[in-house]
């Protein structure tokens, strides 16, 4: 009678298998942990255009005009920005505004 082995651990064929299944699921994960990053700092940047109109928009109704087009007779009045004028949380670009209609400039991420 032949004594039958016990087979212990893993061959190197289902090692390799493993870490490259492993591998192809992080690499999924940290996809969408980057991307969903991206899209957050795109609503905030969407975010902050809203509330710097809204801003602007006050500021006409209490002098008369809108601020100048880079935002430098708004951004220093801590009535309208006490924590000061927000940049772009995308690229760190600052706001403008069409001095005409009251909309920020670019910024369509």
Known sequence: MKKQTVRRGLSLMELVTA????????????????????????????CQKSQIEVQCQL??????????SNLSNISGNTMYFPSGLPICPVDASAYTINTTTGRISGHTH
């Open 19 to 46: 870490v490259a299944i492993l591998g192809v699921l992080a690499a999924m994960a940290i996809d969408r942990l980057t991307s969903a990053d991206d899209n957050a700092d795109k609503q905030a940047c969407y």
């Open 59 to 68: 500021f006409k109704r209490n002098t008369g005009a809108f601020p100048t």
